[in-house]
């Protein structure tokens, strides 16, 4: 197989359209079969009812070259499971995870040129989602449908490494109790595009949302969880029913558990604590661990042990274990990979 003339290594996160997506329709209460298609543009009603009332979800996930040559995604079945439940929260028609896995999976294959090499710390970046496609103007859900899933190249998150960055604590809230927060919606990612543009304005590269209710509690930030590290090496991450599920997170906590033997507690974190903290960092799919190394409570700074210079001894190796298993160098537990082809 021919790889594509790209200079994987000085890839950004753009979007690069690739040859195939698939893309299947829900329409009289069923999903039709679906299949891949060349055709990247999508045509619907100027009434549908994701451009009104933004009934939308998505996904986000990752394809690579692992050592053993294979092109592997990593706990598809997770994203597909995490999926039906945003489709649930917003009364859209659930897609099956195994239909999800099984799509994810052929546009992956399908564009296996696009794939990076490797050691290329390049990977091909998945975006399953879905979105109301008939006319709706009364406030209702959708009766019509689409699911697609496309794929574009990118590259590494960090160029030369791990950077730690600087955040601040935001005065918007990212979820209000028994809203949305914890799942995929673009609904999310919307109404947080002010806060993030005003935070990089103030010379933050992201915001800490706190609890909405009681302003107190750490929640996560516009795309990412939270990972802390005790003075004494305890693994230390947000629980709350308004936070997004991530992925990666789970997977860290097991990796820190079962492969280095750490402690692990899922509990609520409160700001006044953080400071206590060793090392922190943001986790998700897109950078696996983001280190943090400075965060600013309105004037107040907390600086990390850890420093702005590399991210912390014990959060690396958590990276560097999970690297290892979803590039097959390290074995992985039952079912973490899926292979591609
Ligand atoms: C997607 C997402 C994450 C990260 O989840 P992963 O499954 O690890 O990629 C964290 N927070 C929010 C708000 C997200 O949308």
């Known amino acids: ?19 195939q997506r698939f893309v299947a329709q829900y329409k009289n209460g069923a999903w ?22 933004a009934q939308t979800c998505f996904e986000g996930l990752k394809a690579f070259t692992t050592k053993k040559g294979n092109v592997v995604l990593f706990r598809p079945d997770l994203n597909g499971e995490r999926m039906e439940e945003s489709a649930r929260r917003l009364e859209m028609p659930v897609f099956p995870k195994e239909k999800f896995v099984e ?6 294959e399908a564009n296996q040129a696009y794939v990076p090499p490797y050691g290329s710390g390049a ?18 859900p959708s009766e019509e449908y689409e699911f697609r899933v496309f ?73 990412a969880n939270f990972l802390f590290v005790t003075e004494d090496g305890r693994l230390v991450t947000p629980k709350s029913p308004t936070i997004l599920p991530s992925i990666t997170r789970r997977s860290l906590l097991y990796v820190a558990r079962e492969y280095l033997g750490m402690e692990v507690e899922e509990r609520e974190v409160l700001l ?4 206590s903290f060793a090392e922190c960092g943001l986790c998700g799919t897109a950078a696996v661990i983001s280190p943090v190394g400075k965060i600013t409570d309105h004037g107040k700074e907390i600086l990390f042990r850890s420093g702005m210079e ?12 999970l690297e290892g ?11 973490w990979i899926c292979k591609v082809c």
């Open 1 to 19: 197989m021919d790889k594509k003339a790209i200079d994987w290594s000085n890839l950004g996160f753009g979007y690069i359209q690739t040859d």
């Open 310 to 321: 590399k991210m912390g001894p014990v959060l690396q190796k958590l990276y560097d274990t």
């Open 151 to 223: 794929a574009t190249p990118v590259g590494p998150y960090f160029k030369g490494g791990a950077k730690p960055i600087s955040l601040r604590v935001c005065d918007y809230d990212r979820a209000a109790p028994h809203g949305t927060g914890h799942v995929k919606a673009g609904l999310n990612y919307a109404m947080s595009l002010y806060a993030i543009m005003d935070a990089h304005k103030q010379g933050y590269d992201e915001n800490l949302y706190l609890d909405a209710a009681t302003r107190t509690k750490v929640e996560e930030t516009g795309g």
């Open 32 to 53: 039709k079969e679906g299949g891949l298609t060349e055709d990247a543009t999508v045509r619907i009603s100027e009434c549908a009812g994701v451009l009104q009332y």
């Open 272 to 275: 006044e604590e953080v400071e």
């Open 123 to 140: 990977s091909l970046y998945i975006r399953p989602y879905m979105f109301g496609s008939d006319a709706v103007i009364g406030v209702k």
């Open 103 to 108: 799509a994810v999976r052929q546009v992956a």
């Open 325 to 335: 298993i979803r590039l097959e160098e390290i074995p992985a537990p039952e079912g």
